[in-house]
């Protein structure tokens, strides 16, 4: 060959070479046998036993603003205590090696006890019931892991001066399934503890501090039924990975527009990669994908008149009221305000709730969780009259014409009006009313007579014109359609008792306070019933991205009453008598510099055998009387009338809207 060959000549510094190359390529081949047949095993159980694990990284929650971009949601960092596992794996192998270290001890004083017991060595077969079972040596390693753990714990807890405890089982739990993940000891740390622990505690103890955004309602339970609440839910959405080994935390909205706008708000999931050896510990990542943040949503509520019409709640009743307040634009359909009460905190959802919220919560009478503006049934009461009383003004009602108002032989000062042989008290004393008079005191006796005479079908009519009986299609998952006799009900077994509970708003009638407040901005603003608007637009986080916004259009119009404008007029000025002549029920709602239209009303709530149980009141209105531009609706059960419970409340949002536009003319004229 010719590496020998040239061995053969007296040359010494190519013979070298040749040498060198001669024992390189041995020492390769050597090193290929090596690797190929002498450690092939040890590297095929090297690749088994390494794996991946993917983890679900969730998004960053969009926020959710006022309508002039207050924060109502926002999402701030939580930062837990954990230990990770992966920085301690040698210390669980030394505490190992020396529990099974004292155990062989033991074993063999055990077998030399029984060796001098029997007076002779023992057998193999003897031998083998000192040997230890998988399942004790599983044991010692994790009492080791318990150890080594309740001992970084002891050390933490002493640095940063707070009491921590380890609950073994959840740490059995977690290193059984989630070894990848840190393991938590200590969450939602305050920012005395944040200090104390960046200040004390150094690296190397196997403790570290894990960082999470989590949901957080900066103002407790402000508007807290409109917002919503979330619950856990780490689970894929469409067009996001379906197998993850792990999953981070993440929420989904239950109800309210964190419900309905939760694929928005939500954001998409990230993923991310974990190298894990046979033991299963972290060894490398790579992150697959970032995960995408949810878009902010814009609200038409204004934080202002949201948190007067709660403190109003609040101060004239207390915070077991069951009640609500809605404030809509007239001009438009916008919900200004959506109130209810009693309310609850949507942190609680994502923080726990106190034994006390709890039981709460769970109370069959407050049920706080219940958005009573749009979601429970009630009779309207006298603020249905003036659905009645448009439907007598289109059949030809002279509003000037007196009807008699007899007295109650039972009742002195009150009058009655009799339906065939029922008698139906009037708060109202007896006497000649008029329509004004009749509705500023609210006479039952003179809007049955009326109503009769205009006739049922006509009532059912505009009913259906206003929408009542229908959803508002919110979308918060919390709403009821209420109900009201149709056409085909009304041919079907009617009779003027029926027809006289409907002129008083009882009987087969019942209605949310935002379906009121849709019915009184359409008397307000001419006849045109809009759809309520909840939401303005939904928009990206980043405001420099060129993601698209979404724009909800204001003003969508839903119906037509179709009454004629001198009726609208008559009725107009009815209602503003009702609030500012001596005898009017509304007085308590007056605001100086600001002419409101309304009426008062209180609903009978009576049980399975028709006894009066409870009343509901209410207050529902408009203002300006010149150029109406705001309806406030506020309902309160358990009251004692619509003008001494609910007419304070309204005078309360309708001040605040006063203070509101004299601001914000203030600051117009300053900019000019």
């Known amino acids: 060959m010719l590496v020998f060959d040239e061995l053969k000549k007296n040359e010494p510094q190519l013979r070298l070479v040749a040498v060198g190359l001669a024992v390189g390529l041995c020492i390769l081949l050597a090193g290929l046998w090596w690797v190929q047949i002498v450690s092939s095993r ?14 679900r990284l969730p998004a960053v929650r969009g926020k959710i603003l006022d309508r002039e971009g207050r924060l109502l949601a926002e999402n701030r960092p939580r930062y837990n205590l954990s230990l990770y596992l992966d920085d301690l794996h040698q210390q669980f192998d030394a505490s190992y ?5 004292s155990a062989r001890d033991a074993q063999k004083k055990n077998i030399a006890a029984a060796e001098k017991r029997l007076d002779r060595s023992l057998t193999k077969a003897e031998r083998k019931q000192f040997a230890f079972k998988p399942e004790y040596l599983s044991q010692l390693r994790e009492l080791a892991r318990e150890r080594v753990a309740n001992a970084v714990v002891a050390q933490v807890s002493q640095k940063i001066g707070e009491p921590l405890s380890l609950d073994a089982a959840q740490l059995k739990r977690h290193y059984a399934t989630r070894l990848a ?9 305050d920012a005395t503890q944040l200090a104390r622990f ?4 150094t690296n190397g103890l196997g403790a570290d501090l894990d960082l999470q955004s989590v949901r957080h309602y900066p103002l407790g339970s402000t508007a807290a039924h409109l917002l919503g609440y979330l619950t856990r839910d780490d689970s894929s959405y469409e067009g996001e990975e379906s197998f993850f080994s792990y999953r981070l935390p993440d929420y989904r909205g239950v109800v309210g527009v964190e419900a309905g706008f939760d694929p928005q708000l939500r954001g998409r999931a990230g993923a991310e990669s974990v190298l894990v050896n046979n033991l299963g510990y972290r060894q490398s990542e790579n992150m697959w994908s970032q995960p995408a943040p949810g878009q902010n949503l814009v609200l038409t509520i204004d934080l202002d008149l949201q948190q007067a019409a709660e403190a109003s709640l609040l101060n004239h009743q207390h915070a077991d009221a069951r009640a609500a307040v809605v404030v809509m634009d007239v001009r438009n359909g916008d919900v200004l305000a959506l109130a209810s009460s009693p309310t609850v905190n949507p942190n609680d959802f994502i923080e726990g709730f106190t034994p006390q919220n709890a039981a709460r919560l769970a109370d069959p009478k407050l049920r706080p969780q219940i958005n009573r503006a749009t979601q429970e049934n009630y009779a309207p009461g006298s603020i249905f009259k003036v659905i009645v009383g448009l439907a007598a003004l289109e059949a030809g009602l002279n509003p000037e014409k007196f009807y008699e108002v007899q007295a109650d032989p039972t009742r002195p000062g009150r009058g009655c009006v009799y339906v065939g042989k029922r008698k139906i008290d009037d708060t109202a004393p007896p006497g000649e009313y008029n329509f004004k008079l009749a509705l500023e005191r609210s006479s039952n006796s003179y809007f049955i007579q009326v109503g009769l005479e205009a006739g049922v079908e006509r009532i059912a009519t505009l009913v259906e014109k206003f929408q009542l009986g229908e959803k508002c299609s919110l979308p918060t998952r919390q709403e009821t359609a209420g109900n009201m006799p149709s056409l085909d009900r ?18 087969e009638v019942s209605v949310t306070p935002l379906q009121m407040a849709v019915v009184y901005s359409a008397i307000a603003n001419g006849g045109t019933v809009y759809w309520p608007r909840l939401v303005s637009r939904i928009e990206p986080q980043d405001p420099s991205s060129h993601e ?3 724009n909800f259009p204001a003003g969508l119009a839903r119906d037509h009453i179709g009454v004629s404008g001198r009726s609208l007029r008559i009725l107009h000025n009815a209602m503003v008598a009702e609030t500012e002549d001596t005898e009017g029920t509304g007085q308590a709602a007056r605001v100086p510099g600001l002419r409101i239209c309304g009426k008062t009303g209180t609903a009978q709530v009576t049980d399975e055998r028709n006894r009066v149980v409870d009343h509901t009141t209410w207050f529902a209105s408009f203002a300006p009387y010149e150029k109406p531009r705001y309806a406030v609706v506020v309902m309160v059960e358990s009251g004692t009338s619509g003008g001494g419970t609910c007419a304070p409340i309204a ?13 914000a003319a203030g600051k117009f004229l300053a900019a000019r």
């Open 42 to 55: 040890e590297y095929q159980e090297h690749l088994t036993t390494q794996a991946y694990r993917t983890i």
């Open 97 to 101: 090696g020396q529990l099974l270290k």
């Open 181 to 189: 993940l840190p393991f938590p000891v200590l969450k939602n740390l």
């Open 198 to 201: 960046q200040e004390n505690v």
């Open 490 to 507: 009304i041919h079907e077994g009617w009779s003027d008792g029926d027809t006289a509970n409907v002129c008083i708003g009882q009987g």
């Open 548 to 550: 698209t916004v979404t």
């Open 651 to 663: 005078h309360d949002v309708y001040e605040t809207i006063l203070e509101k536009e004299k601001t």
